[in-house]
């Protein structure tokens, strides 16, 4: 069964950082349309950021662009998730995501372009 299990949530004051990790179980994913969605308390589901295949294209929320950096370590088989300055309003449960299409990538920050999603990791921000 294929699984998507993401690490390095926590706690951290605004201003600082962490790096989340997404590392498929069950198949290889350097393939894969990768992205990240964060849901808040009381909110929808949100995008964050996506990675093409081959990396050759990045997608950003403009809420974090130019403070969160996705990238793939396909050695890995994992795509990571910088974030830097972060703000109370990052606060929420992220979630990787997968997507088994082929051909070229689009709909990078739609959920439905994503077939296998991770349980969360909770990211809290505090002032």
């Known amino acids: 069964q294929v699984q998507l299990v993401e690490s390095g949530g926590g706690s951290v004051q605004a201003g600082g950082s962490l790096r989340l990790s997404c590392a498929p179980s069950g198949r290889t994913f350097s393939s894969s349309d990768m992205g990240w969605f964060r849901q808040a308390p009381g909110k929808e589901r949100e995008f964050v950021a996506a990675?093409?295949?081959?990396?050759?294209?990045?997608n950003y929320a403009d809420s974090v662009k130019g403070r969160f950096t996705i990238f793939r370590e396909n050695a890995k088989n994992q795509v990571t998730l910088q974030m830097n300055s972060l703000k109370t309003e990052d606060t929420g449960v992220y979630y990787c995501a997968a997507s088994s299409r082929i051909g070229p990538s689009s709909g990078l920050a739609v959920p439905a372009t994503y077939d296998y999603w991770g349980r969360g990791t909770q990211v809290t921000v505090s002032s």
């Open positions: 990675i093409s295949k081959r990396g050759g294209i990045t």
